[in-house]
């Protein structure tokens, strides 16, 4: 089938039922289970016209490369595309100040997909990063995220430092996280229009990305480990500016 995706996990399936369901051609659930989240996604399906086949185990596995918890959806068409267009666009017509997470060299589908989740949960209005040296959002990285991915929209620039330079002309503050910085992040001020720079495990962020920072920040650490998983990180960073902001 053209342009066929494959979306799993009840979660991401539930999302995409919700914001989408003209894109599910078909929806395989695993025979003989019928518990509470599969009788709400089924109802979710037959609400909208969207066909239910049962299968076995085999076959479902067959179709996801993944963990799918017994539920698959078969889709059709792209998923929408959003691109500096959009978010300029968005932002344009954002009621409030912007709240943004930057992504750079975040190549794990895992961490995208966990990023996704946090961002999400943390009332982030998108999710920037660079279309090279960066994750997609593969169906893996869409059930990390558990829906998140469905509503949370992943815009993939060309330039990254020429993005971040035009947020800055529109107003926006960038704070960059990175372990060598003097400031914590408990000590900087999250509250205005801002967008929160995660790099990569390990490289952190690219030399260009870091000089395009208005400020940089780090988390402190009190143990033995000298550094966080990226998408913990962000989840610190993102809920210490989703306080400040609300207060």
Known sequence: MANQEIVFGL?????????SPQRVAQLHLLRGR???????ITKMAEQNQVPVRFASRQSLDDLADGNHQG???VCIGETRVYDEKYLWEMLGALGEAPFLLILDGVTDPHNLGACLRTADAAGVHAVIAPKDNSASLTP????VACGAAEVVPYITVTNLARTMQKLQEGGVWITGTAGEAE??????DLAGPMALVMGAEGKGMRRLTR????YLVKIPMQGSVSSLNVSVATGVCLFEAQR???S
């Open 140 to 143: 893996v990285a869409r059930k």
């Open 183 to 188: 400031k914590d992040i408990y000590a900087a």
């Open 71 to 73: 539920v698959v959806a």
């Open 34 to 40: 019928a518990d509470q989240r599969i009788q709400k």
């Open 11 to 19: 979660h991401a399936v539930q999302a995409l039922l919700k914001s």
């Open 244 to 246: 400040q902001r609300r």
């Open 211 to 214: 000089e395009h920072c208005d």
